[in-house]
């Protein structure tokens, strides 16, 4: 029998930049602190392309809320970015003070921000915003999101579109081991009430999946209720995407080194609506 | 000089017997269902109440406590509850223009079914449509949306970004918005490495950005309209989650009011606005207090509360399905109580209403029956008589306030939509009200066109007595009373006749009566008996005016002590015993006062000192003009009236009004100039007319008892009287204690007719007849006074110089 621990959060960390902020995954952020019990540390970055795109003195910039191009210079870009920031850090506080969670908040230039992520050791989960007011998913910053999530070395949440969670859970695992540390995510970033928990193998050999099924009993714990296992094993993304029920759930994956590496089963879920969870 | 006699004591009082009744006591006789003596104000009521035409209102006018509200509701009652129910009215949300809300009219009774039935439609909608946004149907096309217009955005940006990639160009999110960029490797080129590049590639670079603006332009351009589109397509997608979720509901009670069409109208508006709504049902109030911040929750709430609210009723009158037409009695007839008002809550510190706040006023609650109001408190109230009449002559009620109807405030209200008016005025007043509207308010009879007029008394007759008995046991009965014997009926004819000041009318004055039998009983219950009889009345009575007369006895005193002169024997020239009645509330009394008179020669003028001085009324000057007059042509017709007289009441220090003392003033203006004494035994009271003929005057029997109070207390000498003029002996209702005198010979009841006959009584001289020749026996009253008018005349006439003797006008004395 394997004893259940359920994982302990101790701080989360909200990444935003200018394509990506928005109230509703300041919410969400909160909301998911608040579930855990920890404090946020929000980090509003300054995109370096930005910085350079304010450089240029022929860009013009087209404004959402209005028909007329501007010029954009580096002045209007900073004064820009630090308005946002500020907001940012008004809504953060604001939300926080709601739900009584405890907000930090720092803006920081370009790429700086992963070598504090690495100086920041007490936090155990990453927010980032996978899409912008826009709702678009795939024209900004496409491969910097990815290579971002690729460099990340710690449980990182993927939201997409500011969606509140819910407390429906798909777990992709390819061994028992890869399903506890995803379960045990999962049961934490649920908090307590219902939930519904299931566990989706991939690419995991018939034996593996047999024993998953075997021992499933030891890794659930007895007090949780709604934890099943999938009765079959899903062998590519389409067959994970088709596999995923219901349409709101989040998608925890436990081992994105094999999962990620091919740029179309990450392209593909990238891409969905579903909220991911990436374990390493 | 025939000898006029004293009034036998039978002529001082009416006695009423009974026996001929037949009845012990008022417990044996029937209830009289008819008001008595008032046949001409129950025939008014009858035609007002019955003819229906427009300004047939009524005003009932009569004394008050004449019973006038109870005989009208008397009647109005059994003809109201034969009349057809009056509709339900009322206040409804104009879903248009909400601050003009609307008035629905239902059948009578079922107001009240259509409030419930709203109420617990509006709380079912909350929660079927909070019911339908949360099921996973509409959530999933919810997604489907707003899935489908990302998608649209996406393709849009993803061929521009396409595009720009082939060109080296980035799309870049700036915190505002959009915009190109030179790329290399997927990073934007810096301005120095852009700088390290040939001329001729920032150039390209330049235009290819330049061309790509355009279609950036675009692409944005298109995002207001996409998310325009988007919101019509969640709003549709709304809408038909809402009406499918709310129309079947509506449906069931469209059904039951088929046969009413405007509540039909009203729920197709229903349905309208909360599909239209939808939006504020979409979380439950739990939910929203859960799940968005506390201000924007309590928003959110307050929307929902008002959408729920708009679709409401607000029953302004519902009837009892077992009524007839309603009879309202406002007793505070205020712009407010008549018209209804707008009430107002108070909100965040400001003051809101809607139609929910509309209240009825006494005129919503009477339409289609009667309405019955104090015309005097109307008259009171500021604007309520101008508001009454204009709602009867426009028929309608339009509810207004008075800030609105003067123009005075600004603040926002409601203009409900008026409701027609069909009500029954009936106003109930005094008659100097009635008669002062009718002079001076020129649409008075144009609205109140029937009269209702309430007598006070009623002729005595055989028939008379036999229903006042009844009368007397049918109030008995009602204010449960003891029932009297024949003795207390006959003690309460007496006293209801003395009511009137006259043997031969009876008051129906039903506040004095009621108030007489309730005093009889009492008196009857301290001393246990079963019945009231007649010494009850009496003591009733007695302790009535005991009750009232400290000032009655307090005048007494004064003239007991000595204090105010009046001599009640031996004679005296130019002074006589006057007598005046004093009003104090409901009590008079009478109060004899000295009148003296005194002649000399003079310019024939009669001073009345008290118009002198300004405390003589106009009557009392009139009187004394009318007594000048007289004396003029009846004794110095050829000559001029040479004397200067004057009146006095003596120790008179207030107001003195009435011509009453004309014929005392006379006597002594007459005893002064004969020079004969007159009898201080006897006090005189009777107004004259210019021929000398005694005419009736007010409060006979308060003067002749003050009179008898103070020679009583004197003590009686049998000398003792009054005068009175004859035509008021049908008048008297005399006290016991007189009528017992008058018995006994011990006061003395005159009646005159003219001045000579009252003369000789007061004189014991005889007055006098004028000869053929124009001229009265020397010796006789009138003869002495034309012999001194005739020497005051020839004594004036020396004074006068000749005219020869004067100087002609014009000529200089040199």
Redesign the interface.
């Known amino acids: 029998m394997v004893d259940m621990v359920v994982q302990k959060y101790h701080r989360v960390l909200l990444q935003m930049d200018a394509a990506t902020h928005c109230r509703e995954t300041m919410a969400a952020a909160i909301e998911i602190a608040a579930r855990l019990g920890v404090g946020l540390q929000g980090i509003f970055i300054e995109d370096s392309d930005l910085v350079t795109v304010g450089e240029l003195d022929f860009i013009r910039e087209f404004r959402l809320s209005s028909p007329i191009a501007r010029n954009l210079d580096k002045l209007t870009l900073d004064a820009q970015l630090r308005a946002m920031a500020s907001s940012v850090r008004r809504q953060l506080e604001r939300a926080g003070s709601r739900r009584k969670v405890t907000v930090g908040f720092h803006a920081v230039s370009g790429d700086l921000w992963l070598e504090q992520e690495k100086s920041m050791p007490e936090t155990d989960l990453i927010i980032i915003e996978g899409t912008g007011r826009l709702h678009s998913r795939l024209y900004r910053t496409r491969s910097s999101k990815r290579s971002a999530l690729q460099n990340i070395m710690r449980p990182t949440l993927l939201l997409k579109g500011g969606k509140s969670l819910t407390k429906k859970f798909v777990v992709v695992c390819d061994s028992v081991d890869a399903a506890r540390k995803g379960l045990q995510a999962a049961l934490a970033l649920s908090g307590t009430g219902e939930k519904e928990i299931m566990l989706l193998p991939y690419g995991m050999a018939a034996e593996d999946a047999k024993k998953l099924a075997t021992d499933i009993e030891d890794i659930n714990p007895k007090e949780e209720k709604g934890i099943k296992i999938a009765p079959i094993v899903v062998q590519d993304v389409a067959s994970v995407l088709q596999s995923i029920h219901p349409a709101d759930c989040i998608l925890v994956i436990t081992e994105w080194g094999q999962f990620f590496n091919l740029n179309l089963n990450a392209e593909r879920l990238l891409e969905s609506r579903h909220p991911l969870l990436l374990l390493q | 000089m025939a000898e006029i006699k004293a009034l036998p004591a039978s002529d001082l009082c009416r006695r009423y017997d009974l026996c001929a009744l037949g009845f012990k006591d008022t417990s044996e006789l029937e209830e009289l269902l008819e008001p008595l003596g008032q046949e001409r104000a129950v025939n008014a009521i009858r035609f007002g109440i019955g003819v229906r035409h427009h300004g047939f209102n009524l005003f009932a006018f009569g004394a008050s406590g004449s019973g006038k509200t109870e005989t009208i509701r008397r009647y109005l009652e059994p003809e109201a509850a034969s009349k057809p129910l009056p509709d339900d009215w009322c206040y409804i949300n104009n879903f248009a223009v909400p601050d003009q809300p609307k008035v629905l009219r239902l059948p009578a009774g079922r107001a009240n079914e259509l409030a419930k039935q709203m109420e617990s439609l509006t709380e079912e909608v909350r929660v079927v449509i909070s019911a339908a946004f949360e099921s996973e149907d509409y959530q999933?096309r919810l997604?489907v949306i707003?899935?489908q217009f990302?998608i649209r955005?996406?393709e849009a940006?993803?061929t521009?970004?396409k595009k720009a990639g082939e060109k080296n160009i980035?799309?870049?999110?700036?915190?505002?918005?959009?915009?190109?960029?030179?790329a290399r490797e997927?990073?934007?080129?810096?301005?120095e490495a852009?700088s390290k590049l040939s001329q001729e590639e920032q150039e390209t670079i330049?235009k290819d950005?330049s061309g790509l603006?355009g279609d950036?332009?675009s692409a944005?351009?298109m995002?207001p309209e996409l998310e325009r589109e988007q919101r019509r397509e969640i709003n549709n997608l709304n809408r038909e989650v809402t009406s499918f979720a709310v129309d079947h509901l509506i449906d069931e009670n469209r059904e039951h009011w088929k046969d009413c069409a405007a509540v039909v109208a009203f729920l197709d508006s229903v349905q309208d606005y909360v599909i239209g709504h939808s939006d504020v049902f979409r979380l439950s109030k739990d939910e929203a207090a859960q799940t968005i911040?506390a201000r924007m929750a309590a928003d959110f709430i307050r929307q929902q509360d008002s959408v729920i609210s708009n679709c409401r009723i607000n029953v302004l009158v519902s009837h009892d399905a077992n009524g007839g037409a309603p009879i309202v009695y406002e007793d505070n007839p205020t712009v407010e109580n008549l018209l209804g008002r707008i009430e107002h809550r108070s909100e965040f510190g400001n003051l809101v209403t809607d139609f929910q706040l509309i209240k009825p006023g006494a005129l919503h609650r009477a339409n289609g029956g009667y309405l019955i109001l104090d015309a005097r408190r109307l008259i009171f109230q500021p604007f309520a008589w101008e508001t009454l009449k204009r709602e009867l002559r426009s028929r309608e009620i339009r509810i207004e306030s008075l800030s609105q109807m003067m123009s005075l405030g600004s603040m926002v209200s409601l203009q409900p939509e008026t409701i027609p008016l069909d009500v029954k005025v009936i106003l109930i007043g005094d008659p100097m009200l009635y008669y002062l509207l009718s002079q001076h308010d020129p649409d008075f009879h144009n609205l109140f066109k029937v009269p209702v007029d309430f007598d006070d008394r009623m002729p005595v007759t055989d028939q008379a007595i036999a229903l006042y008995a009844r009368f007397i046991a049918t109030e008995a009965r009602k204010k449960n009373l003891l029932p009297l014997d024949q003795g207390g009926v006959s003690q309460v004819l007496e006293r209801m006749t003395r009511l009137t000041g006259d043997t031969e009318r009876l008051s129906s004055h039903a506040r004095s009566l009621g108030d007489l039998l309730s005093e009889a009983d009492h008196w009857a219950s301290t001393r246990g008996a079963k019945l009231i009889g007649g010494e009850d009345v009496k003591q009733a009575i007695a302790a009535h005016i005991h009750r009232s007369d400290r000032m009655r006895e307090r005048t007494q005193e004064q003239f007991q002590r000595g204090i105010m002169m009046l001599d009640t024997s031996g004679e005296k020239v130019g002074q006589i015993n006057g007598l005046s009645v004093l009003q104090l509330g409901d009590f008079s009394f009478g109060r004899p006062s000295r009148i003296t008179a005194r002649v000399h020669l003079g310019r024939g003028r009669v001073v009345d000192i008290e118009r002198e001085v300004e405390l003589g009324g106009p009557l009392h000057s009139k009187g004394v003009l009318i007594l000048s007059n007289f004396l003029a042509a009846r004794y110095t017709q050829n000559k001029p009236l040479s004397l200067t007289a004057s009146l006095v009441f003596e120790q008179s220090y207030g107001a003195v009004d009435g011509d009453s003392a004309s014929s005392t003033e006379l006597y002594a203006l007459l005893s002064a100039l004969a020079e004969v004494p007159i009898r201080q035994s006897l006090a005189v009271t009777g107004s004259v007319n210019q021929f000398g003929e005694v005419q009736a005057i007010g409060g006979v029997n308060e003067k002749i008892e003050g009179f008898f109070d103070l020679c009583r207390f004197r003590g009686l000498t049998g000398e003792q009287g009054v005068l009175i003029p004859a035509s008021n002996v049908k008048h008297l209702m005399l006290k016991d204690e007189v009528v017992e005198a008058a018995e006994k010979g011990e006061f003395h009841i005159y009646p005159i007719s003219t001045i000579d006959e009252g003369i000789e009584v007061l004189t014991g001289i005889p007055a006098g007849e004028m000869s053929a020749d124009g001229k009265y026996p020397p010796d006789s009253i009138n003869g002495r006074v034309k012999a001194r008018l005739e020497a005051f005349a020839e004594m004036a006439r020396k004074y006068v110089r000749p005219v020869s003797e004067d100087k002609p006008v014009g000529q200089s004395d040199g």
């Open positions: 999933t997604d707003v899935e990302k955005q996406e940006f993803e521009l970004q980035a799309l870049v999110r700036t915190p505002m918005g959009l915009a190109l960029a030179p997927g990073k934007v080129l810096d301005p852009f330049k950005i603006e950036l332009q944005v351009r995002l911040p």
